[in-house]
Nanobody, 115 residues
């Protein structure tokens, strides 16, 4: 079955950086677009970044120029490099993929931006 496992979250000061990883299994990874979502306390889950199988990317306006999504097909892993972090980036970050019209989610990794 499809499994997505996020890692790399933690506590960081404003202006700092973190790199999140999402290891995927149960899919032919290189064929699938991969997404990062986040959910802040009391808010709805929102799309942060997307990378297609052809490595095209798009980003939420709130993270453009600060976050970069990449993928390593040899490792079945997608990454989210986050820089210039702000207090409002605090959230649980989830990896997401759609296979056969079914959405799959990881359990998430918590990113806390605090001084």
């Amino acid at each position: 079955q499809v499994q997505l496992v996020e890692s790399g979250g933690g506590l960081v000061q404003p202006g700092g950086s973190l790199r999140l990883s999402c290891a995927a299994s149960g899919i032919f990874f290189s064929l699938y677009g991969m997404d990062w979502y986040r959910q802040a306390p009391g808010k709805q889950r929102e799309l942060v970044a997307r990378i297609t199988s052809g490595r095209s990317t798009n980003y939420a306006d709130s993270v453009k120029g600060r976050f970069t999504i990449t993928r390593d097909n040899a490792k079945n892993t997608t990454y989210l490099q986050m820089s210039s972090l702000k207090l409002e980036d605090t959230a649980v970050y989830y990896c997401h993929v759609v296979k056969d019209a079914m959405p799959y989610w990881g359990k998430g990794t918590l990113v806390t931006v605090s001084s």
